[in-house]
């Protein structure tokens, strides 16, 4: 069993940086995956990063290349995302999510696919003014 809380959303402005923060409870934190969706007003949940096992692979939506890094410490069982250069079209709702896989490496098509996660947080807001 996996329970995951995101913290760190809030209100900016264009242009600005905000860092998400989501504390895994559980023993085997570093068994899974970990990704950050997001949904906003009207549109469905979509993925915007992952990373795996180790911390050495990451994986990126299009819209946030560049822009967002995703990052473990296993240690601490922790998964931040640092967002920088904020557009007003990142607003949304922010979730981590874990999904138990066999290895270090899976394709990105795998973990973009939403239903196939095995826990889900609450969600944090992030609202990005213009």
């Known amino acids: 069993q996996v329970q995951l809380v995101e913290s760190g959303g809030g209100l900016v402005q264009a242009g600005d940086s905000l860092r998400l923060s989501c504390a895994a409870s559980?023993?085997?934190?570093?068994?899974?995956?970990m990704s950050w969706f997001r949904r906003a007003p009207g549109k469905e949940r979509e993925f915007v990063a992952a990373?795996?096992?180790?911390?050495?692979?990451?994986y990126y939506s299009d819209s946030v290349k560049g822009r967002f890094t995703i990052s473990r410490d296993n240690a601490k069982n922790m998964v931040n995302l640092q967002m920088t250069s904020l557009k007003p079209e990142d607003t949304a709702v922010y979730y981590c999510?874990?999904?138990?896989?066999?290895?270090?490496?899976?394709?990105?098509?795998?973990?973009?696919?939403?239903?196939?996660?095995?826990?889900w947080g609450q969600g944090t807001q992030v609202t990005v003014s213009s």
């Open positions: 999510a874990a999904k138990a896989t066999a290895r270090d490496y899976v394709r990105q098509e795998i973990l973009e696919f939403i239903h196939d996660y095995d826990y």
């Open positions: 990373v795996s096992w180790s911390g050495g692979l990451t």
């Open positions: 559980g023993r085997t934190f570093s068994a899974y995956h």
